[in-house]
Nanobody
Framework: QVQLVESGGGLVQAGGSLTLSCAAS????????MGWYRRPPGKQRELVAT???????NYADSVKGRFTVSRDNAKNTVYLQMNSLKPEDTAVYYC???????????????WGQGAQVTVSS
């Protein structure tokens, strides 16, 4: 089975920085696109950033220029560097990976347990 283990959340002042990490594991699984989503208080989960195995990235407009997503394919690990944090970035951040075992037709989404990021004003 696939496991996604997140680390790096916490409390930071506005204007500060945090880095989230997510290590994926699973015997016999291949990991395609990976990325981050977040659920702000009282709101639905939303896309933050994604990255393909080849390194192509996609960002929500609200984080462009402030957040950077990267990955280490050898370690099946995805990172989210968050700079110039704002109070509205406060949310639970979830790691996501699209992975499959055997045929790519078996590809599905897997999620981490969530990491709380709180930005104080």
């Amino acid at each position: 089975q696939v496991q996604l283990v997140e680390s790096g959340g916490g409390l930071v002042q506005a204007g500060g920085s945090l880095t989230l990490s997510c290590a994926a594991s699973g015997n016999g699984f291949s990991f395609n696109a990976m990325g981050w989503y977040r659920r702000p208080p009282g709101k639905q989960r939303e896309l933050v950033a994604t990255i393909t195995r080849g390194g192509s990235t996609n960002y929500a407009d609200s984080v462009k220029g402030r957040f950077t997503v990267s990955r280490d394919n050898a370690k099946n690990t995805v990172y989210l560097q968050m700079n110039s944090l704002k109070p509205e970035d406060t949310a639970v951040y979830y790691c996501n990976a699209r992975a499959y075992s055997g045929s790519v037709w078996n590809e599905r989404d897997y999620w981490g347990q969530g990491a709380q990021v709180t930005v104080s004003s």
